[in-house]
């Protein structure tokens, strides 16, 4: 009855009106009878909480239904319909507090501001975040727009002239954190949704193409720390960084590439058409195939890979180049083997055959049950049949042997 009661009232903002229904045994019907001096069958009762509310103040309990209620229920009760509407009012605060700033930052009557708001209304991306982290994260959205809008919010000014920001400087001067602006932050994927709007693009799925919608508007993001392993990358041509490559193959030395070497060359063939570079999840694979002084062109991804693997990976795949991908026979190596293929490469002793194969070979103990959902192998469906149907798991390291013996006889435009 108690826990009724609090329904109730809950939901009756917290007045002690109207009636609860609920089932009385006998102790039930005689203690509450007891509170209420009447006479109570047992049985399917409806009580009334203006009574209860009466006879509570009168007894030794001297409180009303409310504070007895929250006792016997061990939290104090909250008036839910008052919650509602004064969530409600911060909503409505917030969205007129929206349109005041856009007003001030002279953003209110750009054409595409409409489409950005809506896309916000409709995603429920606020509303999961909550009214103030809401609220915060917009005024730097805004004080960011309307940055980016000054300097201007368009790939090129009429003076062809984008004013560049690192975007850690960009967060410091518009939000107070040098990592507000930052992947994961709510701010920041506001601007990306408002560029995206401006630039009549769609909002990004990846982190590469986040970076590439920072850049349409002169935002650099990390181009140094994340690198891409490559051995015997040796691009043709007479260009210095071309030469170079060559070098560091004679010399028998793995490259990390960064972002911003490789966009220094932008115009360099990374290797004739037809060559075939092979790319691996595991640096294991890298490693060994340096031990061995092996001939093949290898890249490593080391597990899902940076932005530099990403851009690497199409240029070469652009550049007709025949890419070819192994990683891990678990779920989360399928998903990476199946966005890499997406971008352009082949798979690399990554069928169902394969798969099979090396459950035969390997022993138990170099094998791990799967882990998570399965994950679509649309380059060859019967892959997951049969990981699904074996439900083990086959790591890169483990098929040392196979790929080394690929890389020991490569296949040269």
């Not at 601007?191 to 935002?219: D, M, N, Y």
């Not at 891409?228 to 004679?250: E, K």
Request: glycine share 8%; proline share 6%.
């Amino acid at each position: 009855m108690w826990a009724a009661a609090r329904r109730r009232l809950e939901r009756n903002r917290l007045a002690p009106t109207g009636t609860v229904q609920v089932e009385l045994d006998v102790e039930g019907a005689n203690r509450l009878g007891g509170l209420l001096g009447t006479r109570l069958e047992p049985g399917l009762r409806r009580i009334q909480l203006g009574a209860l509310e009466t006879a509570l103040r009168a007894s030794a309990a001297q409180c009303g239904l409310v504070s007895a209620v929250a006792d016997l229920t061990g939290q104090p009760l909250l008036d839910r319909t008052s919650a509602k509407e004064a969530q409600q009012a911060a909503w409505t605060a917030l969205w007129q507090h929206l349109d005041n700033d856009l007003t001030c930052a002279g953003l209110a009557h750009v054409g595409w501001i409409a489409d950005w708001l809506g896309e916000l209304r409709s995603t429920g991306i606020l509303t999961r975040a909550g009214v103030e982290a809401a609220a915060s994260a917009l005024s730097d959205a805004v004080r960011t727009i309307a940055t980016l809008t000054h300097t201007p919010l368009h790939p090129r000014s009429k003076a062809g002239i984008v004013r560049q920001w690192e975007l850690s400087e960009l967060a410091a001067d518009t939000t107070g954190d040098a990592h507000g602006l930052d992947e994961g932050r709510l701010a920041g994927l506001l601007v990306l949704k408002a560029i995206a709007a401006a630039c009549t693009l769609p909002s990004p799925a990846s982190a590469a193409g986040r970076r590439l919608l920072w850049e349409q508007v002169g935002v650099s993001t990390d181009v140094l720390s994340g690198t891409v392993m490559v051995w015997r990358l040796a691009p043709p041509g007479p260009h210095p960084w071309a030469q170079m490559m060559r070098s560091r193959r004679d010399l028998a030395l793995v490259t990390h590439l960064t972002l911003q070497e490789l966009r220094t060359v932008p115009d360099v063939p990374l290797a004739a058409a037809g060559t075939t570079v092979y790319f691996c999840e595991n640096p294991q694979v890298l490693q060994a195939a340096v031990r061995y002084g092996l001939p093949g062109i290898l890249i490593c991804g080391s597990g899902n890979p940076s932005a530099v693997g990403w851009e690497l990976l199409q240029r070469l795949a652009s550049g007709r180049v025949d890419v070819r991908y192994h990683g891990d026979f678990d779920w989360p190596g399928v998903a990476i083997a199946e966005r890499v293929m997406r971008a352009g490469a082949r798979p690399w002793q990554m069928h169902a055959a394969d798969y099979l194969n090396a459950l035969t070979r390997l022993p138990t103990n170099r094998l791990t049950p799967l882990a998570g959902d399965s994950v679509p192998t649309p380059w060859d469906p019967q892959l997951r049949t049969a990981m699904r149907q074996h439900g083990l798991a086959v790591h890169e390291e483990a098929l040392l042997a196979e790929l080394l013996g690929d890389l020991s006889t490569p296949i040269d435009a």
